[in-house]
């Protein structure tokens, strides 16, 4: 008799722990999620990481893991599927882990007495990143065509640490467009995908000094003409701001006027971006159409040096010429990178590769757009000092093709920045999520 009671008793605590019946009658199963990290990656496991089981019907559940990395769940029976996502900021770098793990079967069969694995992988992205680019140019305003020699692009720190980096440079992919013949693609892929680089045409430029900014500060760089263009061209950008960076360095190759007028005197000399030129021609020719243009700094090394190496040396189709030269930039030192479409073409081939840019955004030039990047809404939102000043209605997004081009948070950047608000962006490393074309250039505003 007592052996009879002793086996009940642990059947009965079996089924207990297996399952049970909740008020409406449902049976619930017990279910941890195990994050397991990457041995050779940056983080480990830490608490108050999401990990998110949604069912079939689209239901999700949510709990945050304990500092082991593990998440306790009781759910009804189904099928789910988990994801996660953890995001950290660590000297100078963002990274972001993600994970997921489908088909996982609740039905009296479960037993829940062993964590369920889901295997995060990594990507290392900067703190800083490209908030906007504006390189398609305005009409004139006698309509006599487009003006093109106003270009920039602004760089943001959107972690919650202050950013501290040296030999900060910008580059750009040859082939310049998008849309052209590619002679990087083998057998369907780009030559260098695998080989952990990204080709810089023609000359990178760089900061003078180590360039410090703090939590949601920003760096707007003139990338041409760093002047006040607004009187000639009411619909260009006035440039003549002592806070304003930009590109400016004859004594390079760089010295053609038209693109590099001398600044305005309001720009301190020490806000000229230095260049290192090897390549054809007196201009940094970035693309009006379709560029690829990325931020990077070079690790243990200057900028001159880095190009001065000829084990970085690299010519586009192989064919060794000054306008072919190109200089590896390892993929570790890209800080940020922004993949650009021409809009209305079906021949665009990517040139970045996934590790820096796995989308790309379309641009439709000459008419004053910019590319912006999109808001994290829920990052933004839940950051304490934005109760009241978040501007919502955004009303800036275009159309490209018939197709909506605008950002999906529905919070205006600029206004909000203006209301007294932080924005943290987007940053997914995929263009075709992180940004939009805007209206007008931002500085317009």
């Not at 992205?125 to 003006?147: A, P, R």
Request: glycine content about 8%; proline content about 4%; charged content about 20%.
């Amino acid at each position: 008799m007592k052996k009879y009671l002793y086996l009940i008793l642990s059947c009965t605590l079996f089924l207990c722990y297996s399952c049970s019946d909740d008020d409406d009658g449902y049976k619930t199963f017990p279910v941890s999620i195990q994050l397991v990290y990457p041995t050779d990656g940056q983080l480990s496991a830490t608490t108050g990481v999401k990990v998110t089981l949604t069912d079939t019907n689209e239901k999700a559940y949510t709990v945050e893991t304990d500092a082991g990395g593990k998440a306790d769940f009781i759910l009804p029976s189904g099928v789910y599927n988990a994801s996660v996502t953890d995001k950290r900021a660590i000297d100078g770098y963002s990274y972001t882990y993600n994970g997921s793990k489908n088909g996982i079967a609740l039905t009296d069969l479960w037993t829940g007495l062993e964590p369920v694995e889901v295997t995060l992988s990594e990507v290392k992205t900067g703190q800083i990143v490209i908030k906007e680019l504006y390189v398609g140019g305005c009409q004139k305003d006698d309509g006599s065509g487009v003006f093109q020699m106003d270009k920039y692009v602004i760089l943001y720190n959107n972690s919650d640490q202050q950013a501290k980096l040296d030999n900060l440079c910008l580059g750009m992919v040859l082939p310049y467009n998008s849309h052209g013949s590619n002679n990087d693609y083998v057998g369907g892929s780009l030559l260098y995908a695998n080989e952990g680089w990204i080709p810089a045409g023609n000359g990178i430029w760089y900061f003078q000094s180590r360039m410090t900014m703090k939590p949601g500060e920003e760096v707007v760089i003139a990338l041409n003409g760093a002047i006040d263009h607004t009187p000639v061209y009411s619909n260009s950008i006035d440039f003549a701001n002592p806070d304003y960076y930009c590109t400016y360095d004859p004594a390079s190759g760089y010295s053609n006027t038209s693109y590099y007028p001398a600044p305005s005197s309001v720009i301190p000399a020490s806000h000229y971006l230095l260049a290192k030129m090897y390549g054809a021609g007196n201009a940094w020719a970035l693309s009006t159409l379709s560029p690829a243009f990325f931020v990077f700094h070079t690790d243990g090394v200057s900028p001159a040096d880095f190009v001065d190496d000829p084990a970085n040396e690299n010519y586009y189709g192989g064919t060794v010429s000054k306008a072919n030269a190109r200089r590896k930039v390892p993929t570790e030192w890209i800080l940020d990178g922004i993949e650009v479409f021409t809009a209305s073409s079906t021949a665009n081939k990517k040139r970045l590769t996934p590790a820096v840019d796995g989308g790309a955004v379309y641009l439709e030039h000459q008419h004053g757009h910019a590319l912006y990047r999109n808001v994290d809404k829920e990052s933004t939102e839940a950051l304490a000092g934005n109760q009241g000043k978040l501007v919502y209605s955004y009303s800036m997004g275009t159309t490209i093709d018939g197709n909506e081009s605008t950002d999906p948070s529905g919070i205006d950047a600029e206004a909000s920045i203006r209301n007294g608000a932080r924005i943290i962006y987007q940053d997914t490393n995929n263009s075709t999520n992180d940004f939009h074309q805007r209206k007008q250039a931002s500085l317009r505003d």
